[in-house]
C-alpha cells in the first residue's frame, strides 16, 4: 500500500505535467473565476498592494481595502503560496540568486511590466487573455504589442549573448533539500486549508474561494511551468512553441466559456472591456512585453516563480509594483487615464455574437498554423 502511496506520489510531484494541461486548467479555471466573481488578472493585486506600500506617501489610495480583503490581492497571494507549496512537495524549491546582469534585468523588466500594464488596463493575464476572452478588441490589440515586445527583446537576447559576458553567478540553490522539502510542504498545505478556513469562519465565503482559486492556479503553474513569456518569446527565439499551442488551448477555452457566461447565463456584455483600444492596449502590450522577456516572467508567471524562489522575479514583482502604483497615480493626477483610447466589444462591431466568436476562433486558427510552420522552417527564429 505504501509503494504505491508513494509512486501516486511521484506521478504528481515526481515530474512536471504536461504543458498543454496546464492551458486546459488555465482555461477551464478562468472561466470559473468570471463566474463566480471576475476573470483572472494581476494588476487588480499589484495595485492595491503598491496603494497600501505608498498610499502614506501620497501615491495612489492611502484609505486601500487591506491587501488581506482585496480579491485581486488574494489570488495573487493564493498563486505565491500555491507555487510555493508545488515547489515543496516536489522537492524543487530553493534560493537562486544568479548574476548581477540578471538581477538588473529582472528588476528593469518589472518596471516596464507595471507601465504596460497601467497603460492596457491589465497585465499579459488581466489585458491579454481575459482581455481577448471578454471580446475586447484592447485583448486583441494587446496581443499584437506583445508580439512586438516578444520579438524586440528576443532580438536583444541574442545579441545579448553575443557582446555581453555571462557574468559571476553570485547564489546557487540555497535551501534546495529535496528530502525534507516535501515534508515541508505538507505543513505550508495544513497552513493554506487554515487560513481558507479562516477566511470563511469570518464570513468572507468570496475571499476563500478566491484565496483557493489562486492556489489551484500557483500548483498547475509550478507543475506544468506554463509560461506566457515563453509562448511569445520561443517563436522568435528558438522557434519552438509548445507554450503557445498551450497558451492557445486556454485562449480556446476561455473564450468559448466567456461567451456563455456573458451571452447566455448572466448577460455581462460589457465585464472586462477596458477603454483602451487602440493606443493604451497596443503601446502598453510592446512595452510589457519587453518587460516580460527581460524579467524572464509575466504576470503571473513572476508570481509562480517568486513560490520557487527566484531572486531575479522577485526584483521583478518589486519593480512590477513600484511602476504600476506611480505611473497609475500619475495618468489619474494627469487625466491621461483618458485617453488611453475607448472600449471596443467585438460582437458589436461584427454584428453578433456568432460573427465575434468566428472571428476570434479565426484568429487562434491562424496563429496556430503560423507558429507550427515556423517550428517547421524556422523562418522567425533567431537561433
Known amino acids: 500500500m505504501l509503494a504505491r502511496l508513494r509512486q501516486d506520489y511521484q506521478t504528481v510531484f515526481g515530474r512536471n505535467w504536461p504543458v498543454w494541461l496546464g492551458g486546459i486548467f488555465y482555461g477551464v479555471i478562468n472561466v470559473l473565476l468570471f463566474l463566480h466573481f471576475q476573470p483572472w488578472t494581476t494588476l487588480d493585486g499589484v495595485l492595491n498592494w503598491g496603494d497600501n506600500l ?154 476563500a474561494v478566491i484565496l483557493l482559486f489562486g492556489i489551484l492556479l500557483g500548483v498547475v503553474s509550478q507543475r506544468t511551468r506554463l509560461c506566457f513569456v515563453r509562448a511569445f518569446r520561443e517563436p522568435f527565439l528558438t522557434g519552438e512553441s509548445s507554450h503557445t499551442r498551450a497558451m492557445l488551448i486556454a485562449l480556446l477555452i476561455s473564450i468559448i466559456g466567456f461567451a456563455i457566461v456573458k451571452n447566455v447565463i448572466f448577460e455581462k456584455v460589457d465585464a472586462f472591456v477596458r477603454p483602451t483600444f487602440w493606443v493604451g492596449s497596443l503601446t502598453g502590450g510592446i512595452i510589457f512585453g519587453l518587460g516580460m522577456v527581460a524579467a524572464g516572467g509575466c504576470g503571473g508567471g513572476t508570481m509562480w516563480r517568486v513560490g520557487e524562489g527566484h531572486a531575479k522575479l522577485f526584483l521583478a514583482l518589486i519593480g512590477y509594483v513600484t511602476a504600476a502604483a506611480f505611473f497609475n497615480d500619475y495618468l489619474q493626477r494627469t487625466g491621461l487615464i483618458q485617453r488611453l483610447g475607448s472600449p471596443a466589444f467585438l460582437p458589436d462591431m461584427v454584428g453578433g455574437w456568432g460573427w465575434a466568436v468566428l472571428l476570434l476562433l479565426g484568429m487562434l486558427a491562424v496563429w496556430y498554423l503560423i507558429v507550427r510552420w515556423n517550428e517547421e522552417t524556422h523562418r522567425l527564429a533567431a537561433i
Open 54 to 207: 505608498f498610499g502614506r506617501f501620497g501615491i495612489g489610495n492611502a484609505e486601500a481595502l487591506s491587501p488581506l480583503l482585496r480579491s485581486g490581492s488574494i489570488i495573487n497571494m493564493g498563486l505565491i503560496a500555491g507555487a510555493f507549496l508545488a515547489a515543496l512537495l516536489s522537492g524543487q524549491f530553493g534560493i537562486r540568486i544568479g548574476p548581477v546582469r540578471e538581477l538588473i534585468k529582472g528588476a528593469v523588466g518589472g518596471l516596464l511590466m507595471g507601465v504596460g500594464a497601467v497603460l492596457v488596463r491589465g497585465c499579459n493575464i488581466g489585458g491579454f487573455f481575459s482581455g481577448t476572452s471578454a471580446f475586447g478588441l484592447h485583448g486583441v490589440s494587446m496581443a499584437v504589442g506583445l508580439g512586438i515586445g516578444a520579438f524586440l527583446g528576443a532580438r536583444y537576447l541574442v545579441w545579448e549573448l553575443d557582446h555581453v559576458p555571462a557574468g559571476k553567478n553570485l547564489g546557487g540553490n540555497w535551501l534546495h533539500n529535496p528530502k525534507v522539502q516535501p515534508y515541508v510542504g505538507g505543513v505550508v498545505f495544513l497552513g493554506l486549508i487554515a487560513a481558507a478556513l479562516y477566511y470563511l469562519n469570518l464570513g468572507y465565503a468570496n475571499r
